[in-house]
């Protein structure tokens, strides 16, 4: 048994320290899983978050014999997991780009092209922040699709709520984020 | 905020329901209440969804991660980098890094100072432990001694506790990246790959095994002083070291591992089974990576492992069976050529190269089964050098099973021939029913054994009792379920396979079966009479997985106890035998049918009702197995001898005549079949009642011998109340139910039924699926039918899928060699060459070669047939080479044949023929046929006639029709007149007839064949309808247009009296006889029969079926070479449209109405409209077929005459002489060398419209005179090209030239004589 399958047992029995261990044991796997794939692939190798987090998903709790409750508890864990993992890069992207942080030799093309992205992303996980502080639920399912790359349905599953409940969330929240930070660039402005 | 919130949220959501942003807006007012702040809020939100459109929609996945990704936070915390020092050793530069850790070059200080590769892992690992295991290995590791290892020389742990290792410095790079680099050849590669064989083999006797053999552990220095390459293994007993002790503490190291490359993973790595890894596991990994140095992958594709599961990696490498390496290169498309051009060598001579030797070796090595494999590196090592030192090499093509195994796996497809189809769904029913009687008949057998003895109607009790006592102590329900289950008598019981209180009977059976054991313990004659009773029920339900050990137990209790020769063993094998018949198992059910029926003779004798019931169950086991005549003497005897004995009115002799009538059904023999069936359908229902089984199923029966006369109608008026009868007898889950269904389907025709028929389809086929299992015969058969019925509609997605199925299932149930099997795959073949999947398509064939070469060897006759059939099809998809090629080794296996001095008539005649009729022309050779063709004639004592076949057209080749004609009269003479003179035999006789002038003759001869038949199967026989259409059609094809006319227009009369003038047949006739006015330029009145051929389909198939394109094509065609060719043209683009509509206008049919579209434009003048479409045409040509094909070829010179219209000469003519190479590699094909000719008539008029006349002339001079000599000066082209050779006269100012010309083309005076071969 891997240990996040443990951990989601655990969990699944409703123990809550297994909750709390979880995201670190998803997200050192998500780490791992990456590092090792990106270090053995061509150098020109990408990967994209979500198919890892399904991957890591698949290898490791195993498609279509989880129940629900193991996959709601992965996917709450994994997506927090890959927000932290993307947000930690394009922190370090912009300390690169600033001349500060650790060394690195080259700038490679693939990290200019990530550039804005990594400002927008940034921008996107204080948003998400203050829109889980005013709704967490809807955060929640942001982080879901987004970071995690599930569809309308699957995180309306993982939530407990109705698919045509996800759908509103989606579209109130997807307008609040985008209000957010565009307000946010005017008020930096102001 | 959070009331605030939920007030703005459910406004922002109700306001998003509105339609218009009108209301929107006045929605959100009224909602708001006039709260400016909750208004602005809401504002502000609406704007945001309207411009977030898209927003956060790509998910994360548009930041993809890259390399830089790889050690951020592990590289934070590293400790260890360059300049530090771990133990002795300093580090001088990092060389890599990965997943595992990194690697570092590093300078060891003592005792020896030099170079190492220094390989920290990374942290996380039981530090102690690797270590420890790697001490443990130290010893053997030391002793290794090899040029071509680096070796492992140390290992510790950093001061952060990481484990590390010391190797030998390589400078290299991965030997597949080095063979790239280095555009090395196949033969280098395998150079440079046996030192690595054997370099593991020399790790293998010090007893270390790699365990992770891949490329970037088998490195190649670049910097060897004297230029040549040496291969390094490094990482020897690191991967042990690191651990795959799999236990559940350290699966996930384990795991981890497993996932960095499964690619290069032997079976039993993947499996984690706890078998011990051994040296074999090495041999795989070498496999794998031979595999990649020759083909440039890896045996399952990286990207799908990386995909996969967990588990299904496992199946992947354990299960899936490799495509071997040749064939792997033709699956690779665009890709070969690079792959090729790496090995500096062309692609089909790197496939060829690969084909066999390399193949076995490398499949040899990966062979799952380790016991199969090499046993060592060495062996490898040694088979590959004697495959450079063309030795036989010791791993042999594996077996035909796992070949096809391979196969089905690769292309998951399949296909039975459409003659097949029919055939098999017959033979499905006749099986069913017969089951379905004899499962019947054993029941009352048992009961009757059951009453007939005292000692037995105890046991019968006892027996009953139990299971009435198991049955009701699930439900209470069921034991009345169980009274009342006796769905043969009593036609209102409910159907055994329907649920009661959410248990089946069949539920309940088996809950039974597993006490009986413990309720018997001391009785074994109870509980075999226990395991027949619920064995019999669960047959009766058609569950026979479940029944099949019930009844073998009985059996093998009773002759345990009874011995061989008792009354109750005997029925237990008669049932049992009886139950593998049903399953579809015949060839397994005949020794117990027959033990049974010898048995029987003694214990009953001959005549007794037992005895000849299982002698006609016999009978049916043997029409199965395509015993025909076998089974028809068993028959023939049992019916009589029952007749007598029992009377015409006895439920068995009735079963026996269901039998027959479903075998002579199973062999297409309608007339004495349909009489029986009727004669039975009477007799049953006067005896048995309405509702007897035996009644109920020749209804249906009746209803399939209509089906199979066309009569759709009345087909469908007993297969509808034969549907509601099996419904409600047998319920809705018996396969015989869907049986009945599937030709109900089958009978439906109409557009307007169009939907309800493939409803009944699908169900069908899915019924039959679940309730006989996917790989019983009746499911096959049906979904044959099915898939060529979708296939017809044009729903190839569809239709492949159930292709695949099929062959899958039929690899399945009967075996890769079995001709069923042989034959899906060629129906197969033609479907994908239909469709477009031209390469598929070779592949199959060639698999079908292989494996038919599997069975029989090389030179038996049936593997040349089947070389002779790819051949076939590689000429028609412009592989002429490759074709040639195969056609030579053809001709020397039946020559060795020929020439051996014990050859018989037959290989005698096969050579001869192969000579005279292989596809390259140049190969044929007629002188040298001819003797041989007289000799076999003389040995077969001129009875034969294929034989004599071939010696006409020996003659005829060589230049005398006169004797041609005379033996080929001979040749028909052997025949029965049924067959018109044998229409293919008779046909030709008219050609040969015809070629010596004496129409007369041919006349007399195909008058007198016509009124021979007639009379020989009466007026009224349905057979002449079938026969005069095929009669017409080859007539048409010989040539002799006057005589084809009236026995098709027979044929039509006779298929619309007989089966309604709205019929499939009665269209079919109506575009043959259109083809015939085609053939004879009669325009008009083949327009006429092709539009009332169209109107008819359309009225039966609806406007979107591939028939209908293809009669549209037709006609389009007609029009565009009648007077008004414009008149073609709305008509072509409605048959682009429909294939467009059914997705198919990517099949070559499609491609070939754009060609004709062009050229109709092209007649018309309308040239800047075709452009663009010939052009587009040409392009799907050159992917769909490339450079090479008749039709790229074709394409190309449309556009070619189209630039010359134009005005664009220049441009056309490279596009010409492009086009008359293309052509060129067709002069070897005889139904194409007129169209060289044409090709380059076409290139000389574009020379002489840019006014290059000494150029021109000869090419269309010579063009006029070859069209003439081959097709007659009446023919269209040669017309054309005359008027051009005239034209250029003219233009050129050679007045007395055109004059000479205008008259016609010129006597060969000049030229001398050109000979001209020519052959039926």
Redesign the interface.
């Known amino acids: 048994?891997?240990?996040i399958t443990r951990i989601l047992a655990a969990a699944r029995e409703g123990d809550a320290r297994a909750a709390d261990e979880l995201l670190p044991a998803v997200y050192h796997e998500l780490?791992?899983?990456?590092?090792?794939?990106?270090?053995?692939e061509a150098?020109d190798?990408?990967?994209?978050?979500?198919?890892?987090v399904h991957?890591v998903y698949?290898?490791l709790v195993?498609?279509g014999r989880a129940d629900w409750k193991s996959r709601a508890y992965f996917f709450a864990a994994a997506a927090e997991a890959?927000r932290r993992i993307?947000i930690?890069?394009a922190r370090?992207k912009q300390r690169l780009k600033r001349g500060g942080g650790?060394q690195?030799v080259e700038l490679?093309e693939?990290?200019l092209i990530?550039e804005s992205?990594s400002i927008g992303?940034l921008a996107?996980d204080e948003a998400l922040d203050r829109l889980a502080a005013?709704?967490p639920v809807k955060a929640e399912l942001?982080k879901l699709?987004?970071?995690a790359?599930l569809t309308v349905q699957q995180s309306a599953d993982v939530l407990g709520i109705s698919r045509a409940t996800a759908d509103?969330y989606w579209?109130?929240a997807?307008?609040?984020?985008?209000?957010d930070i565009?307000?946010g660039d005017d008020s930096a402005g102001a | 905020m959070g009331a605030d919130g939920q007030d703005i949220e459910g406004i922002f959501s109700a306001a998003l329901e509105k339609a218009s942003a009108l209301e929107r807006e006045e929605f959100v007012e009224r909602a708001c209440r006039g709260d400016p702040r909750l208004q602005g809020r809401v504002r502000a939100l609406l704007a945001a969804h309207d411009q977030a459109e898209g927003f956060l929609d790509g998910r994360c996945s548009e930041l993809p991660l890259t390399a830089d990704f790889a050690d951020p936070g592990e590289g934070s915390d590293r400790a260890e980098g360059v300049g530090t020092t771990i133990g002795r050793y300093e580090l001088l530069e990092l060389l890599g890094e990965g997943g595992f850790g990194s690697v570092y070059k590093a300078d060891q200080l003592e005792p020896v100072r030099r170079k190492v590769a220094l390989k920290i892992l990374k942290a996380g690992m039981d530090t102690a432990q690797v270590i420890a295991r790697f001490e443990a290995e130290r010893q053997a590791q030391a002793m290794m001694d090899h040029p071509n290892i680096a070796k492992t020389l140390d290992a510790g742990q950093t001061e952060t506790g990481r484990p590390y290792f010391v190797m030998e410095l390589v400078d290299g790079v991965p030997i597949t990246e080095y063979c790239d680099q280095k555009n090395l050849t196949t033969r280098e590669r395998l150079g440079l790959f046996m030192p690595v064989c054997r370099a593991v083999q020399h790790a293998h006797t010090k007893g270390i095994i790699h365990r992770d053999i891949k490329p970037s552990n088998v490195l190649v220095t670049l910097h060897d002083p004297d230029g040549a390459g040496v291969p390094k293994v490094i990482d020897f007993g690191i991967a042990k070291a690191t651990g795959d002790r799999l236990t559940d503490k350290t699966v996930m190291t384990g795991f981890r591992q497993f996932i960095g490359t499964p690619a290069y993973m032997s079976p039993e790595q993947a499996e984690m089974s706890g078998l011990d890894v051994d040296t074999r596991t090495d041999v795989y990994s070498l496999g794998v990576l031979l595999y990649e140095l020759l083909t440039g992958r890896t045996p399952f594709d990286p990207q799908a492992l990386r995909q996969a599961s967990y588990g299904e990696i496992q199946q992947i490498i354990c299960e899936e069976e490799p495509v071997r390496p040749s064939l792997r290169l033709s699956t690779l498309g665009g890709d070969l050529a690079e792959l090729a051009r790496l090995r500096r060598t062309e692609p089909q001579a790197l496939s060829r190269l690969l084909r066999g030797d390399l193949d076995w070796i490398v499949l040899r090595a990966l062979e799952k089964d380790r016991t199969r494999r090499y046993e060592t590196a060495a062996g490898l090592a040694a088979d590959i050098q004697r495959h450079l030192s063309h030795e036989p090499v010791r791993a042999g093509p594996p077996g035909a099973t796992y070949r096809l195994r391979k196969f089905v796996r690769r292309n998951r497809v399949a296909v039975t021939a459409a003659g097949l189809v029919a055939a098999a769904v017959l033979l499905g029913l006749a099986v069913a029913t017969a089951g379905f009687v004899q499962a019947r008949r054993d029941r009352d057998l048992a009961q009757g054994a059951r009453v007939r003895a005292d000692a037995e109607a105890r046991r019968a009790q006892a027996v009953s009792t139990f299971l009435q006592e198991m049955l009701a102590s699930v439900d209470p329900m069921q034991l009345r379920q169980l009274s009342a289950f006796s769905p043969y008598e009593d036609a209102g019981a409910s159907p055994g396979g329907e649920f009661v209180g959410g248990f089946s009977v069949a539920d309940m059976a088996r809950g039974a079966s597993a006490k009986i054991d413990q309720a018997f313990a001391g009785d074994p004659e109870l509980a075999a009479a226990a395991r027949e009773t619920i064995g019999m029920t669960l047959r009766g339900l058609g569950l026979y997985h479940d029944a099949a050990p019930e009844l073998e137990a009985a059996l093998e209790i009773r002759r345990r106890i009874h011995g061989d020769r008792h009354r109750d063993t005997l029925r237990s094998a008669l049932q049992l035998g009886g139950l593998l018949a049903d399953a579809g198992r015949s060839a397994e059910a005949e020794p117990l049918v027959r033990f049974a029926l010898e048995g029987m003779w003694q214990v009953y004798g001959a005549e007794h009702a037992r005895t000849l019931n299982c002698a006609s169950v016999l009978a049916l086991v043997l029409s199965d197995q395509g015993r025909y005549a076998e089974s028809h003497r068993f028959f023939e005897e049992t019916l009589r001898i029952q007749r007598r004995v029992l009377g015409d009115r006895h439920r068995d002799t009735l079963a026996t005549m269901l039998h027959w009538s479903g075998s002579y059904l199973s062999q297409g023999r309608l007339t004495e079949g349909q009489a029986l069936a009727r004669e039975l359908y009477d007799l049953a229902r006067e005896a048995l009642g309405p509702d007897d089984s035996i009644t109920i199923l020749s209804k249906p029966l009746i209803g399939w011998w209509y089906l199979e006369q066309g009569r759709y109608d009345r087909a469908e008026e007993l297969l509808r109340p034969g549907l509601a009868d099996c419904r409600r007898i047998l319920g809705g889950e018996h396969p015989l139910t869907y049986i009945t269904m599937h030709g109900l389907a089958r009978s439906l025709q109409g557009r307007e039924r169009q939907e309800e028929k493939e409803r009944l389809h699908l169900e069908a086929l899915a019924g039959l699926r679940r309730t006989r299992g996917e790989d019983h015969w009746h499911t096959l058969s049906t979904t044959v039918d099915v898939a060529q019925w979708l296939d017809g509609k044009g729903k190839f997605g569809e239709a492949g899928e159930l292709y695949r199925a099929l062959l899958a299932g039929c690899v399945r149930a009967f075996g890769s060699g079995h001709p069923r099997t042989l034959a899906a795959m060629n129906t197969l073949a033609d479907f994908l060459e239909r469709t477009g999947a031209l390469q598929e398509s070779i592949w199959i064939r060639f698999d079908r070669l292989a494996v038919i070469e599997d069975g029989a060897g090389r030179t038996h006759g049936v593997t040349v047939a089947a070389v002779v059939d790819l051949a076939e099809a590689l000429v028609r998809l412009g592989r002429i080479a490759e074709a040639r090629e195969l056609t030579e080794e053809v001709l020397a296996i039946r020559r060795r044949f020929a020439e051996r001095p014990d050859a018989d008539a037959t290989s005698i005649n096969n050579y001869a023929w192969s000579l005279l009729t292989c596809v390259p022309i140049d190969l044929r050779d007629p002188e040298a046929a001819l003797p041989l063709a007289e000799r076999a004639v003389a040995m077969s004592g001129g009875r034969q006639s294929a034989v004599l076949d071939t010696l006409a057209l020996a003659y005829s080749m060589t230049g005398d029709d006169r004797k041609a004609a005379e033996v080929q009269q001979k040749a028909c003479e052997q025949l029965p007149p049924q067959a018109l003179g044998g229409v293919g035999y008779g046909a030709v006789l008219v050609r040969y007839l015809l070629r010596t002038g004496d129409v007369g003759a041919a006349d007399r001869f195909v008058a007198d064949s016509v009124e021979g038949f007639r009379k020989s199967v009466g007026q009224d026989n349905p057979r002449i309808a079938v026969e005069f259409n095929a009669a017409g059609v080859a007539l048409a094809n010989a040539g002799h247009y006057s005589m084809a006319e009236p026995l098709l227009l027979e044929a039509l009369e006779l298929n619309r009296e007989l089966l309604g003038s709205e019929h499939g047949r009665v269209a079919d006739g109506l575009r043959n006889l259109a083809g015939l006015y085609h053939m004879q330029g009669r325009y008009a009145e083949a327009g006429r029969a092709y539009r009332e051929a169209l109107a008819l389909r359309r009225k039966l198939l609806g406007d979107d079926h591939l028939l209908v394109a293809e009669t549209l094509h037709s006609l389009g065609n007609t029009l565009r070479l009648g007077p008004d060719a414009a008149a073609a043209i709305p008509v072509l683009r409605q048959a682009l449209d429909t294939y467009r509509r059914l997705n198919a206008d990517g099949v070559p049919a499609a491609s070939s109405v754009k060609l004709d579209l062009v050229l109709a434009l092209l007649r018309v003048g309308r040239f800047e409209e075709a452009e663009p479409l010939a052009r587009e045409t040409l392009a799907r040509c050159r992917t769909l077929y490339g450079p090479e094909h008749v039709d790229t070829a074709m394409a190309m010179r449309a556009l070619g005459r189209l630039l010359i219209e134009l005005g664009e000469a220049r441009q056309a003519e490279p596009i010409l002489r492009q086009c008359v190479v293309a052509f060129g590699r067709f002069h070897l094909i005889e139904s194409e060398k007129w169209r060289v000719a044409r090709a380059r008539g076409t290139l000389g008029y574009c020379l002489a419209s840019l006014r290059r006349f000494d150029e021109a002339e000869p090419l269309l001079v010579e063009s006029c005179r070859a069209l003439h000599a081959m097709k007659g000066e009446g023919f269209i082209a040669t017309r054309i090209a005359l008027e051009r050779v005239v034209a250029l006269y003219e233009a050129w100012g050679k007045a007395d030239e055109a004059a000479r010309w205008r008259a016609g083309v010129p006597g060969d005076e000049e030229h001398g004589v050109q000979s001209r071969s020519a052959a039926p």
Not at chain 1, 33 to 40: D, G, I, K, V
Not at chain 1, 45 to 52: F, G, I
Not at chain 1, 174 to 179: I, V
């Open positions: 048994m891997s240990e780490r791992r899983l990456a590092a090792q794939r990106l270090a053995r150098a190798e990408t990967l994209e978050p979500t198919a890892l991957e698949l290898r195993g498609g890959m993307l930690e890069r370090q650790r690195r490679d693939a990290d990530t992205d992303l996107l005013e709704n942001v699709r987004y970071f790359g509103r579209l109130y997807r307008a609040w984020l985008y209000n565009t307000e």
